[in-house]
């Protein structure tokens, strides 16, 4: 038989009131009840346990008398106590920080007369049922998605990867938070560096809590600083998860996020999107196609045609009518940054706005605003236009994450071009280019397969093949096991 925790009930009790006090918050519970003639002290947190569960297996243990008529030792009590729940999870707690972290977690905790400790899991969760993200939404394909409950995302991610050799290694950081986080990864597919880069990061993140969930776990796993780029990808979609797990990338799950955070990733992952692979492999290539020529004219057009419209000596005749006809009264580069800067906040206000106003807000501000600006001269009619034209194309990009830095990076053009003129866009072009070329998550190039060029894994990225096309597991992964189909 294993240690008891405490020398007594009464000793357990002690511990329960200096931890948490005497009636100091409502939610920690102590209880001592009486299954005939045992005394058992009973701890937990009110709301996270599922009460009508607890109350149906101690009222049904009432009646079954048989239990305890041969425990005529204090041992022979708690081996009955422990046999009557043979189908709950069960654990005997032997420490008391341990018992400190699952009275936290959930768990229900019986403490025996003689001090011997052991937590019942019947834990229920507060949380929303899984539904589809709002912004992975698809035409066709699942609706359910990942919530703020981690037991939830990893059945999520089972129920699609039935495979044995899909690990889900539970960690704990921070020091007071006690976040729990779960990495996945499928044995065999993915690399073992990779997953001690994981680890140790996690074991070395020393911090009291992590109340941004996933996105503060990020800038500690890669001391993120000041870079303007995202280093993971987040979905909410278990799918996509699944499939990233198929080509060896490594999921982590953070509790009471409804997102998961895949490494390593390059940019070419936060272009990708579900719809193109809920199409045919023509469809979904002519999508891919538009999107990437999208999110390259969102970052160089607004900031390429505000060179032309001030430099017309570079413009050939063909292409003269480019530029405003009118200049009105506020300077070119100015009305440029006032509009992208409004529309920025625009779209903050519509976040901001109960939904049932969002959509009025949207239209007073696009239709009145924008004409009233153009007719009293703040604007002229091209740059509404150019503006407009270049935040759709930034919305068109699946990562908001990436979407944000690609109008960072368009004001720095654009203030290029304003300062130097062609050789300021240029410029600050190369200077982006050498930025993303520099960057190496997890020693992975950001820039893969362009930089460095890999033709086949470029024709991969750039063509959606039929599925029944044997495709490798990608390079960047560096997968111990690059073939699928073993």
Known sequence: MTKNLFKSIREGERWFINQFGEDETYDAT??????????????????????????TLLTEMQYRNELFKDASSDEGTDRAMI???????????????????????????????????????????????????????VIRGSRDGFTENILTNTSLIRRRLRATELRFEMHETSV??????????LKGAANEEHLDFVRKRLDDLKTDGLTMTDKSLEEFLFKQGFHPMPFVRYTERADICAAHLLEGHIAIIVDTSPSVILVPVTLVHHLQHAEEYRQAPLIGTFIR????????????????????????????????????????????????????????ILRMAAIHTPTPLSTAMGLVAAIVIGQVAIDVGLFSSEVVLYVAVSAILTFAIPSFELSITTKVFRVFLLVSVA?????????????????????KPMNVPYLWPFTPFFPKALLRVLIRFPMTIDDPRPFVTKSPNRDRMS
């Open 30 to 55: 102590r209880r001592l009840i009486h299954l005939w003639d045992k005394e058992i002290l009973l701890l937990y947190m009110n709301g996270l346990v599922d009460g009508e569960v607890l109350t």
């Open 83 to 137: 046999d009557y729940f043979p189908y709950h999870a069960l654990e005997v707690v032997e420490d008391e920080d341990t018992l400190a972290k699952v009275i936290l977690s959930g768990l229900a905790v019986f403490v025996m007369s003689d001090g011997f400790t052991f937590t019942l899991d019947v834990r229920n969760y507060p949380g929303r049922q899984p539904e589809e993200p709002d912004t992975e939404k």
């Open 176 to 185: 007071k938070g006690k976040t729990d986080i779960a990495i996945a990864f």
């Open 289 to 344: 196609g538009v999107r990437f020529i999208g999110t390259f004219f969102s970052l160089v057009m607004l900031p390429f045609w505000y060179l032309l419209s001030t430099k017309i000596e570079f413009v050939p005749e063909a292409i003269k009518y480019i530029g405003p006809n009118e200049w009105g009264e506020v300077p070119l580069f100015v009305q440029l940054i006032l509009a992208d800067v409004g529309i920025e």
């Open 419 to 439: 300062l130097l003129g062609a050789p300021g866009f240029f410029l600050a072009f190369a200077f982006i280019y050498y930025y993303l070329c520099s960057l």
